[in-house]
């Protein structure tokens, strides 16, 4: 799915409002009604609705909802924020209609008038929506900031006020809500981590904007849904056999660190790779033999950690790197040696990256088959520091390009910045994967997906799709405290079952 900007969204409204035809409050009584379609379905209107509008067409938008909701027989409070201007023309429309149904309607103009609300009240935010263009201050900022104090349950209308569409509101002032009703596709904002304690559940509502306009309108940025999966993934032939499915190489592990080459090497075998090959520290064979029997080890020379890489690297289809490898000067070298003899796609996570952001001309060596997986803290001894999401995510984008690298930044809705330019959120996942070991687990089924012939951007897409998935299975069955990142591979099995079942 196209993730659009705020000018892209207006855009996408004026070009329905002209090519519909339709008229702009035809326009807007669809978005309200989608919304009073919904609250009446999660059965929100058997509270007391308390309805706070802006002066635009998001305070328009909450005017149209609150008569659809009275002619529901729903009670609805309307408080409206005054700032001495005429509203917007479909706000001035709406009003007048809405005066047909109620009087219960009150203008706000200093903190004594703001009500009080309680745990059972429900708050529609429909104060401003993409319209933002400065952040709040003054008795705006009081008012949301007095709802998002209060105990009541609030729905924001597009947005929650207060958040821009395309840049960070990290230092401002910003509704906290706990659902926020979008239309028709997502917005940058909505997906970054660090507006997700204000946007609630984020539920994507059709309010029949022209399709012609998202086929023909190119984004910068996508989230990841089934049809981009179902196009991906290559269901397997009913003669195949196991050199059908490539030899993964992963070099991962150091003296007290075996697990994360345990948890790599399982979750490489369960992304259906043929073969396995392990390159380890001595004292990692007894530990991965016994967990991991379908993996063959090959020792490194050195007892505790990385300092050579395996003999015939020819024999790989793909490799990665990083699980537990630890920061020792050797193993600094040994990877040196790794990206100066391999050729085939290769994935670098953990200390790999650490190494990299040590050793920066070891980045000069990266070639155009690479994934480097970072997570947030990881990316930032890479590439430096970043103000908000936006800026990593840019960053991202930039980093992409000027190595020729997929970039996976890890984290709530996962990035994927690729070196053409194009870029993903992942749709599957919750906190629960925020666990010791979940990136380990990533490595393993990114290799194993390259070493089977998927690209990187193949491979990254679809390999982080399948863990959030496995990640959501584990947290369905088990709860996001108690799963682990071993989980997330014994529930690959039911995230790939899913692949094929929508892929007939
Ligand atoms: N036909 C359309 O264009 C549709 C618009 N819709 C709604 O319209 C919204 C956008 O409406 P508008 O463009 O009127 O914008 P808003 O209603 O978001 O904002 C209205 C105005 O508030 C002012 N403002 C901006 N930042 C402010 C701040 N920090 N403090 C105080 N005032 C501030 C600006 O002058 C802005 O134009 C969408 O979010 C959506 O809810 C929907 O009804 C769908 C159809
Ligand atoms: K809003």
Redo the contacts with the bound molecule.
């Keep these: 799915m196209k993730i659009f900007t705020a000018g892209q969204i207006?855009n996408w409204?004026?070009y329905t409002?002209a090519n519909e035809p339709i008229t702009?409050l035809q326009?807007?009584e669809?978005?309200?009604t989608a919304c009073t379609n919904w609250l009446l379905e999660q059965r929100f209107t058997q509270q007391h609705i308390h309805i706070f509008c802006?002066?635009?067409?998001?305070?328009?938008?909450g005017l149209a909802i609150a008569r659809l909701l009275l002619i529901q027989a729903v009670p609805v409070t309307v408080y409206i924020f005054e700032?001495g201007k005429k509203g917007?023309n479909?706000f001035q429309r709406n009003l007048e209609l809405l005066h047909n149904h109620t009087t219960d309607i009150h203008f706000l103009q200093s903190t004594d008038a703001f009500p009080t609300l309680q745990q059972n009240d429900v708050v529609i935010d429909?104060l401003?929506?993409?319209?933002?263009?400065?952040?709040?201050?003054g008795l705006?900022a009081d008012l949301v900031q007095h709802i998002s104090n209060s105990p009541a349950t609030v729905i924001a209308?597009?947005?929650p006020t207060?958040m821009f569409t395309d840049k960070s509101c990290k230092e401002a002032v910003c509704m906290r809500a706990d659902h926020t009703l979008s239309?028709e596709v997502y917005k940058q904002c909505l997906l970054v981590a660090e507006n997700a304690e204000y946007c609630g559940n984020v539920h994507l509502l059709a309010?029949g904007l022209h399709p012609a306009y998202y086929e023909t309108t190119l984004a910068a940025q996508q989230l990841m849904d089934a049809a981009i999966i179902r196009s991906i993934y290559k269901k397997r032939k009913a003669a195949a056999h196991k050199g059908n499915f490539g030899h993964a190489l992963l070099l991962a592990g150091s003296y007290g660190k075996t697990g994360a080459a345990i948890l790599s090497a399982k979750a490489c075998l369960r992304s259906g790779v043929g073969l396995l090959t392990m390159h380890t520290p001595t004292c990692g064979i007894i530990p991965l033999q016994t967990a991991v029997p379908e993996a063959m080890v090959e020792t490194d020379a050195n007892e505790k950690y990385l300092s050579n890489t395996p003999a015939d690297l020819l024999r790989y289809a793909a490799i990665g790197i990083g699980p537990g490898i630890d920061l020792h000067e050797e193993t600094a070298n040994a990877l040196m040696l790794l990206l100066q003899q391999a050729h085939q796609p290769m994935v670098l996570d953990a200390d790999a990256l650490n190494l990299l952001s040590i050793k920066k001309e070891l980045s000069a060596l990266l070639h155009t088959d690479c994934i480097l997986t970072p997570h947030p803290k990881e990316f930032e001894r890479l590439f430096g520091k970043t103000a908000n999401d936006f800026e990593r995510i840019e960053k991202a984008q930039e980093k992409a390009t000027e190595l020729n690298c997929v970039i996976v930044v890890k984290g709530h809705h996962t990035f994927i910045a690729c070196p053409d330019g194009t870029a993903w959120f992942n749709s599957t996942g919750n906190a629960g994967m925020a666990t010791a070991g979940s990136g380990d687990v990533l490595t393993g089924i990114l290799t194993g997906l390259l070493a089977q012939g998927y690209n990187t951007t193949e491979a990254a897409i679809l390999g982080v799709y399948l863990h959030g998935l496995a990640g959501d299975f584990a947290a369905a069955e088990l709860s996001q405290e108690a799963m682990t990142a071993g989980d997330l591979t014994r529930y690959l099995g039911k995230a790939f079952l899913q692949l094929s079942l929508t892929n007939r």
Aim: aromatic share 2%; net charge negative; charged share 25%.
């Design positions: 207006r409204d004026a409002i702009s326009l807007m669809r978005a309200a802006g002066k635009g067409n998001n305070g328009g938008d700032t917007s479909d429909a401003l929506g993409t319209g933002l263009d400065r952040p709040l201050e705006l209308i597009d947005l207060g239309f309010i």
